[in-house]
């Protein structure tokens, strides 16, 4: 829980009391290697924090092919935000790749925990905002060349390279997992 504190302190300021109510508001909750947390088609209802381990969200297209839309390791946080805040059904799956350590909130503890909590609205505010910066970042450079950017996804998050599967950073990248190999080849060449 203390992860979880901290990482909120770097953006607002709370005191002893407020801290405590809001660790009061979340679980721990810890996953298999491979664990389905959520189900495409399944009641959206948790928010989940990081706290060790990685997560990939993912959606089956029309061929029954699993495609991989974003990943999160340590400090990150993940749902499927829209299903999440309309207390819909999800469009895609969420899945713990490694032996994984949540803090999970209820969408209804999480709504409670907002108004009661103001300050926590500028904190989901600002990773929010940060989140939807990343993906139209991520937009852009999709459209670049995919040597670019494989070589710039590799600059900027260095840790998936070795805890993510290819397979999995293949379909994230949208590349076939034998480019990829390619590329690794090609950058492990130039780095000797």
Same mark, same amino acid.
């Given at each position: 829980?203390?992860?979880?504190?901290?990482?909120?302190?770097?953006? $607002?300021?709370?005191?002893?009391?407020?801290?405590?109510?809001?660790?009061?508001?979340?679980?721990?909750?810890?996953?298999?290697?491979?664990?389905?947390?959520?189900?495409?088609?399944?009641?959206? /209802?948790?928010?989940?924090? $990081?706290?060790?381990?990685?997560?990939?969200?993912?959606?089956?297209?029309?061929?029954?092919?699993? *495609? /991989?839309? *974003?990943?999160?390791?340590?400090?990150?946080?993940?749902?499927?935000?829209?299903?999440?805040?309309?207390?819909?059904?999800?469009?895609?799956?969420?899945?713990? !790749?490694?032996? /994984? /350590?949540?803090?999970?909130?209820?969408?209804?503890?999480?709504?409670?925990?907002?108004?009661?909590?103001?300050?926590?609205?500028?904190?989901?505010?600002?990773?929010?905002?940060?989140?939807?910066?990343?993906?139209?970042?991520?937009?852009? =450079?999709?459209?670049?060349?995919?040597?670019?950017?494989?070589?710039?996804?590799?600059?900027? =998050?260095?840790?998936?390279? *070795?805890? $993510?599967?290819?397979?999995?950073?293949?379909?994230?990248?949208? !590349?076939?997992?034998? =480019?990829?190999?390619?590329?690794?080849?090609?950058?492990?060449?130039?780095?000797?």
């Amino acid at each position: 829980m203390e992860l979880l504190l901290n990482h909120i302190k770097k953006y $607002v300021e709370l005191n002893d009391e407020q801290l405590t109510h809001i660790s009061k508001s979340f679980n721990i909750i810890t996953t298999a290697k491979r664990e389905l947390l959520l189900n495409e088609g399944e009641m959206c /209802t948790h928010l989940y924090f $990081v706290v060790k381990g990685c997560l990939r969200m993912f959606y089956a297209d029309e061929k029954g092919v699993e *495609q /991989t839309i *974003q990943f999160a390791l340590e400090n990150w946080w993940m749902t499927d935000i829209d299903a999440f805040n309309k207390r819909k059904k999800s469009l895609f799956s969420i899945q713990a !790749l490694e032996k /994984t /350590t949540l803090i999970g909130i209820h969408k209804t503890d999480f709504d409670f925990l907002l108004s009661d909590q103001p300050s926590l609205e500028k904190y989901f505010r600002i990773i929010y905002e940060r989140a939807y910066s990343a993906s139209l970042y991520r937009m852009k =450079y999709a459209r670049s060349s995919k040597e670019d950017f494989y070589y710039l996804f590799c600059s900027k =998050y260095p840790d998936f390279l *070795q805890r $993510v599967p290819q397979k999995l950073l293949a379909s994230f990248l949208g !590349l076939t997992p034998e =480019y990829l190999s390619e590329l690794r080849k090609k950058n492990s060449k130039v780095r000797s």
